[in-house]
């Protein structure tokens, strides 16, 4: 069948639809440009006064660096459990601790030599000074208040008064007296039964005949400090604490292997994370700004000449990174004046802005050499070079607006997710695309009119003040086919579109399609807060250390019963607790055997334990009933606060119990237990088990649940909130996704106007993105929140590639398939690479970094980048060549190009109709139209 006889019919909905659609783009968009061409420099003036309007915005930037606030799902029933926690048991420490080794592997630390270096640490650590403010601040002054850190409790000595974990407080922390011990193994197995010892000893060994401790290889000391954090917009902040754990604690840790030559320490503060990732975060920063340098030139080097000149574009290189400089600082502003929060994944966002900005900057730019093909600049004057504006624009509408519209709706679609930071980086990244899109078509354009200006009077580059000697250029006739597209016309298209090429290109991405189904089930939900730690960081000797030597040493757990009253009634049962969380360890929920203070910790049954032996003489003289317990639920108030004071005798548990504000009345006691360490080998890497994790506190809440006579009783532990996070992400990667690619398909719907074509793009897409899940398993890269982000990016990007060759083989006449396919990827294939390169070459930079979330990202962005290349060049050409719809009825007529270059006296009396046919911007007929939709050479 003929074009003619195609474009006898009469055209079906779908078609009509399509040209409507198409008309009403062009149309749109010739208007746009028209007003841009007429008026280039009122425009760009515009453009920057709304883009510093919307800048000021950035005054409200509101930051957040809270990890509950950013990774938890909002309303779970972990963070109802942390408040309820709080409420009876404020946050009151911070967290630091040392890990001692023998300077050689192996070696005893239990040795005089090696206890007193220890102490000598210690020493620097209790006594050391830190300023704040013009105030001075010891460990003594910030640490929690607690009891029972000294073998003999002396209260003129300050430390006894904080809370400390380590075996020095068997000499009361004091040099003097480890050095006049004569035997330091025996005074230490005085520290208490073999489970406590172990908690605090690395590798040690007991003699198995009488169960003495005999030797070590690690000792863990733990130092509490009290919480003084505040939150000052949004972001959390101790600054008195931060000021002593880098100015003494991390300091002395740190030098004590070079001052004392034979000890090894492994050390980790409550700072260290913030500290280590935030600069990994900072140092990387620099790639950023190196992928934009490696923009400029690449961008430069491929839309005009390389050579400074007639022909070259180097300013509008420049003008395409500032689109995308305005576009984020503008979209910036937006967003923080919305409330938006802004986290420290944000960051990356001017590198991904970056990636899709360049792309419509090439788009644009060969629109306008299209739209002069046969017509030396020479000839042209403001006005035809205006109304050539207003062409190039309508040209190139159609193709910017269904790749930023695409972009757009899948970020929208996932800024609804439950994960704030995931939803607030959406957002921005929703916001920043489009001031890219309306950048692009109106400051872009603008630009590239006063560009095209300065090529015709032949002024220089960027220094446009300046001209050069003039030089006639009659055979610039603007584009003509370059080495590209003339390798996809003679090689690459005949190859993929003969039969053996369709057989073995099918074969070829079913088969990638099958692996990424196989990764995609394989890919695993994993707790990857390690990998945000540089490789050379401290804190990875210390995880590794601990590892090692506390491999049993998990997350703390904490049970709060409530109502002292309930609590007084089952005063026998809740000292007895441990028997209801034994043998627990090998399955859900996986809490370390109550064996030891280090496992299990329960104010009940110490003060059992103490009543049964002492009485109550020393801690009120209450009477006891024939169960040695108080004969009152007053008497027990009373007796339990005398017990548990800073100075009673279990003073330890001081910080365990919560009393009224005039302390009548009990109001909840926690017991603190420990899950085992819950970690596996992921890829020759140790990651925190997520799947167990889960298990874990889903069991634990069932177990309480269970406990139906002790009620009311909760759980709680920090790692609940992450948790959570874990439970939801994975649904939150297919929801969002799989959202992002039906948007991706309505949109191109919507645009390209044909059922069958959008089918096939959104197919393509499709593909590409299990085949991404795919490779990322391969790599080892886990569904977290880093990922997670990049795949949502990746429908966007992956969806540009195809749909370029999907529209313009719409609007490719003829009635062979193969031709269309032939004559599609000829027309627009340069463009589609060029466009890949160009993000695939900003990537390339950032494949050197050590920061988990750029490596990540890179990662994924080159894996998009790749196979989004090959299905949009490949795969789709020859769907569309085996079951490709007809085209528009505006479809251009196919041309004759055995021939050769149509020469330039024809092309020049083609032009002068063309251009009278577009003179005010209408449509001409198929037939007399020959100008070609695709809008990108």
Not at 454 to 481: V, Y
């Amino acid at each position: 069948m003929t074009t003619a006889e195609v474009d006898a019919r009469s055209p079906s909905c779908c078609e009509r639809t399509g040209d409507k659609v198409d008309q009403t783009i062009h149309s749109a968009f010739h208007s746009l440009g028209s007003f841009c061409s007429h008026r280039p420099k009122l425009t760009i003036a515009l453009s920057l006064l709304v883009c510093v309007l919307c800048a000021g915005g950035m005054a409200k930037l509101t930051t957040e660096n809270r990890p509950e606030k950013l990774w938890v799902p909002q309303g779970t029933a972990a963070e109802a459990e942390q408040d309820q926690f709080f409420g009876y048991f404020p946050r009151d420490a911070r967290f630091e601790n040392i890990i001692v080794e023998g300077a050689q592997k192996g070696d005893n630390v239990l040795t005089r030599d090696h206890l007193i270096s220890v102490m000598k640490m210690h020493g620097e650590i209790e006594s050391g000074v830190s300023e704040h403010e013009g105030e001075t601040y010891t460990f003594t002054d910030l640490c929690v208040v607690a009891g029972g850190s000294c073998a003999v409790y002396d209260p003129s000595d300050a430390i006894c008064t904080c809370l400390v974990t380590s075996i020095l407080k068997m000499w009361n922390y004091d040099l003097e007296t480890l050095e006049a011990d004569e035997d330091v193994v025996a005074t230490i197995n005085k520290y208490g039964t073999k489970e406590d010892l172990e908690g605090v000893l690395g590798n040690a060994v007991f003699d198995p005949a009488t169960g003495d401790l005999v030797s070590a290889e690690a000792i863990s000391m733990s130092y509490f400090l009290a919480d003084r954090a505040v939150v000052e917009d949004r972001n959390e902040i101790d600054p008195i604490n931060e000021t002593w754990e880098e100015r003494v604690f991390l300091k002395s840790a740190s030098s004590a292997p070079q001052k004392y030559g034979n000890i090894n320490t492994n050390y980790l503060s409550s700072r260290s994370f913030n500290d280590e990732f935030g600069g990994e975060i900072g140092g990387d920063l620099i790639f950023v700004q190196v992928s934009y340098i490696v923009a400029f030139v690449f961008v430069g080097a491929t839309m005009g000449s390389k050579i400074c000149g007639r022909g070259s574009r180097w300013a509008m290189s420049l003008a395409s990174i500032m689109l995308v400089a305005l576009s984020t600082v503008a979209g910036f502003g937006i967003a923080s004046l919305a409330g938006l929060i802004y986290g420290p994944v944000h960051s990356v966002l001017p590198f991904v802005l970056l990636g899709i900005g360049v792309d419509d900057s090439f788009v644009i730019a060969n629109a306008f050499d299209r739209e002069r093909e046969g017509v030396p600049r020479e000839s042209e004057d403001d006005e035809s070079l205006s109304k050539r504006g207003a062409r190039a624009l309508a040209r190139a509408g159609a193709s910017i607006t269904v790749t930023s519209l695409t972009d757009l709706v899948a970020f929208a679609i996932s800024s609804s997710s439950a994960l704030p930071a995931l939803g607030s980086f959406c957002a921005y990244a929703s916001i920043n695309i489009f001031f890219l899109w309306a950048l692009s078509a109106t400051f872009f354009t603008a630009a590239m009119v006063i560009d095209e200006k300065r090529q015709r009077e032949n002024r220089r580059d960027i220094l446009c003040c300046l001209t050069r000697k003039t030089i006639r250029d009659e055979e610039d006739t603007g584009s003509k086919e370059g080495f590209i597209s003339k390798y996809f016309r003679n090689y690459h298209a005949p190859a993929i579109l003969s039969k053996p090429g369709k057989a073995a290109v099918i074969l070829l991405f079913s088969g990638l399609f099958a692996f990424g189904i196989y990764g995609t089930i394989k890919l695993p939900v994993e707790d990857s807060e390690r990998n945000f730690i540089p490789q050379d960081s401290y804190i990875n000797s210390y995880a590794t250390a601990s590892d090692t030597y506390f491999p049993t040493s998990g997350t703390s757990l904490y049970i709060t019963f409530e109502n002292g009253e309930t609590i007084y009634q089952n005063r026998e049962e809740l000292a007895s607790l441990a028997t209801r969380v034994s043998d627990k360890s090998q399955n859900p929920p996986y809490i370390a055997e109550p064996d030891s203070e280090s496992t299990y910790k329960n104010v009940m049954t110490s003060l059992k334990e103490y009543l049964a032996n002492s009485g109550t003489d020393a801690i009120g003289g209450a009477a006891l009933g024939g169960d040695t317990w108080p004969t009152t639920y007053e008497d027990f108030v009373t007796t339990l606060t005398n017990y548990a004071s800073i100075k009673g005798p279990g003073a330890k548990y001081a910080q365990d119990v919560s009393f009224s504000s005039d302390g009548s009345d009990l109001t909840a006691f926690r017991i603190i237990l420990k899950y085992v360490l819950l970690t596996k080998e992921f890829r020759g890497e140790t990651l925190d088990d997520a799947s167990r994790q889960i298990e874990a506190m889903d069991a634990t809440r069932e177990m309480v649940d269970s406990w139906t006579d002790l009620q009311p009783v909760f759980p709680y532990s920090e790692k609940f909130i992450a948790i959570e996070g874990f439970k939801i992400i994975s649904v939150e990667l297919y929801r969002n996704v799989g959202l992002a690619i039906a948007a991706v398909a309505i949109i191109v719907l919507v645009t390209v106007g044909n059922f069958v074509t959008a089918f096939l793009i959104t197919l393509s897409v499709t593909f590409c993105i299990v085949e991404i899940l795919g490779f990322m398993f391969a790599l080892g890269i886990v569904i977290d929140s880093v990922s997670v982000i990049n795949l949502v990016l990746a429908v966007g990007l992956s969806v540009d590639y195809s749909a370029h060759i999907g529209h313009c083989f719409m609007v490719k006449g003829g009635d062979s398939k193969d031709a269309r396919a032939t004559e599609s990827l000829a027309d627009i294939g340069a463009s589609v690479l060029n466009g890949a390169l160009s993000t695939f070459l900003a990537v390339a930079v950032l494949l050197g970094s050590t920061s988990y979330v750029f490596k990540t990202l890179s990662i994924q962005f080159a894996l998009t980048v790749g196979l989004g290349v090959i299905h949009g060049l490949i795969f789709l050409p020859v769907l569309l060549s085996l079951v490709g719809p007809r085209p528009f009825s505006s479809a251009e007529q196919p041309k004759d190009w055995s021939a050769g270059d149509v020469e330039i006296s024809e092309k020049m009396n083609d032009k002068t109709e063309h251009l009278e046919s577009f003179g005010d911007g209408g449509r001409v007929s198929p037939v007399e139209n020959e100008k070609d939709e695709c809008g990108e050479s």
